[in-house]
């Protein structure tokens, strides 16, 4: 029985974190929309649903744990994503220990101990004011409420108001929070899941659990102080580290000899915020350190990577400084579902598992943002285009998947974001290593408009290691610019006030102009461009939000004031900037 209710209401749960991913994505610390917090951890739950609907009707409760367990590792990302699939995996297997089919405030208190007591054996540095506290707040009160003899509804109750009063703290209990006036996104998320999760559970089951449905009014209280503080910290791995790149990914050990602790020892050496969790032989790791590659050849001598993701943390700390963030893709890294479409040259994916293809000598992967860059990318030669966006970042194995896909002796990878180039040199590693006679190359591209421009200069006949030696040698001509909204009050590079709403122009990473129409700001981030270098050509993209008749108009604005540049319009599709352009 409990096992049936946890399947009915994790799901409910779920969806009720994913219905709030947008929510938290947008409210960011700084003002570029392209956090992405909400949609890990609401992926993440999701990968855990999916483990369980696959469980025949007669699952038991260690069945259901095992799959709350195994979904929960394999789909988390982040440091606190990997925290959050420890926190389930302790309770779940909490509930294992009930002794009837009713669970009973004990049980309730006792998976919580649990939870507590895996989480943080899990992290070697426990940091006060997240989700962890969150956790342990919530199982001291189930202790207390439990040895004041309570209904199991009053529990409930108390556990979820707990949870609201706990994200509320946070701020008190980190000064990056305070400073910024935020609580912590992981802590909330999972406040959220924990509210959804005991409503579905009232509501699912009167006659087991036997009280109304009254979380939402006694949670009333505790939302609003979280309300007061309005902003979400989106950045699940803030903690403050002195190390450079954020490094997880997927471990599946050799031998059963395997010793996770001393490895653990290894990582924290390397570097900080260290986590090894799992057991043999499947296991998650993230580690904060200044040298990944290191860290993937150790631990590729003792098992097999894979679904690797790796971030610069020093660039989204400067550009938290100057209000901004270069994380901007719409698959999610490591997702069964992530789309990889096939471009103008490449065969349909079911035929080509039937029959052996006859190898091309030359193909290109690129990462697009929207159709219409898919488009003119496909246009140039490119022959797998990999769906992304400003959420986050295609995984190790969506890029590798691509690289096959394309059925070439030598395949060029444009990653088109610096957040994406490790993965897609972890892509290339792989394919070198496992694709019979394929030769992977890595042209370092930063945005889409980059990779127009070097694939205007493809020659094919050139040998595929100097083309994209050449490739790399010319991005350097490129200058980039985007156009987008704030979703938050921040200070532009300039010093001057950004307010929500407001519309923002980027120059290179930097918000250099702030101004209220699309085309004004355009207009002056161009022109503050060419005043530092001239330039003869703007390539510019129409975003999905910037209607034909707005760009036109934008179009004929630039063309008047700057007569010197050969523009070329575009329509690109990308969500959430309206206007991105590049100068050469």
């Known amino acids: 029985m409990i096992a049936t209710v946890i399947r009915s209401c994790f799901p409910i749960a779920s969806a009720a974190v994913a219905a709030k991913a947008d929510e938290i994505n947008k409210l960011n610390v700084f003002p570029v929309p392209d956090g992405d917090t909400g949609t890990n951890m609401s992926l993440t739950l999701a990968t855990v649903v999916k483990e369980i609907e696959q469980l025949p009707p007669s699952a038991t409760i260690e069945d259901v744990a095992a799959a709350i367990t195994h979904g929960s590792l394999m789909g988390a990302r982040g440091n606190s994503g990997v925290i959050t699939s420890q926190i389930l995996r302790g309770i779940a297997e909490g509930l294992c220990s009930c002794t009837g089919d009713v669970v009973c405030s004990a049980d309730i208190a006792a998976a919580l101990r649990n939870g507590v007591k895996v989480a943080f054996k899990a992290v070697r540095k426990p940091v006060e004011g997240t989700i962890l506290t969150v956790l342990k707040d919530m199982s001291h009160k189930a202790d207390e409420l439990e040895k004041a003899g309570v209904t199991k509804q009053e529990m409930l109750d108390a556990i979820v108001v707990e949870a609201y009063e706990s994200v509320a703290r946070t701020p008190e209990l980190l000064p990056v929070l305070k400073e910024n006036g935020v609580v912590d996104s992981g802590a909330f998320g999972f406040a959220v899941f924990v509210e959804a999760f005991v409503n579905a559970y009232t509501g699912s089951d009167k006659a087991l659990t036997n009280f109304a449905t009254t979380i939402d009014t006694s949670s009333t209280s505790a939302k609003s102080k979280v309300a007061d503080v309005v902003d979400i910290e989106v950045n699940d791995d803030w903690e403050g580290s002195a190390f450079t790149y954020c490094t997880e990914f997927l471990f599946k050990a050799h031998k059963s000899s395997f010793n996770a602790e001393s490895n653990l020892k290894y990582l924290s050496a390397m570097g900080d915020c260290e986590l090894l969790v799992g057991s043999f032989p499947d296991y998650k790791i993230h580690v904060h350190t200044n040298r990944p590659d290191y860290i993937l050849r150790h631990m590729l001598h003792r098992g097999v990577v894979y679904n690797v993701f790796v971030h610069n943390m020093d660039i989204e700390a400067n550009e938290r400084t100057e209000a901004i963030r270069d994380n901007k893709v719409l698959v999610h890294a490591g997702s069964a579902d992530a789309p990889v479409q096939t471009g103008a040259h490449a065969q349909d994916s079911a035929s080509a598992l039937a029959e052996p293809q006859e190898l091309i000598e030359l193909g290109f992967v690129s990462v697009a943002a929207g159709s219409g860059q898919a488009e003119i990318l496909e246009s140039l030669g490119v022959t797998q285009i990999v769906q992304g966006g400003q959420t986050m970042n295609p995984s190790t194995a969506d890029i590798f998947a691509a690289i096959k896909a394309c059925h070439a002796r030598n395949v060029i990878v444009l990653p088109n974001n610096s957040n994406i180039r490790m993965a897609a040199e972890a892509a290339a590693t792989a394919a070198n290593s496992e694709l019979a006679d394929c030769h992977v190359y890595v042209v370092p591209t930063k945005s889409v408009l980059q990779a127009f421009s070097v694939m205007f200069a493809v020659e094919e006949t050139t040998n595929a290691e100097e083309l994209a030696q050449s490739m790399t040698e010319q991005l350097a001509l490129i200058r980039d610019g985007e156009v987008t909204c704030a979703v938050r009050d ?44 001239d330039a003869d050509t703007l390539t510019i993209l129409a975003g999905s939000d910037l209607s034909d008749a707005d760009f036109e108009t934008l179009v004929s604005a630039i063309e008047d004031a700057f007569p010197q540049l050969d523009v070329d319009p575009q329509r690109g599709e990308q969500p959430l900037y309206p206007v991105i352009f590049s100068l050469e």
């Open 490 to 533: 921040s200070t532009a590079s300039t010093g001057a006030p950004i307010h929500a709403g407001d519309v923002m122009g980027i120059a290179q990473g930097s918000i250099d102009v702030v101004g209220s129409s699309v085309q004004d700001v355009t207009l002056r981030v161009i022109g503050e461009m060419l005043e530092r270098e």
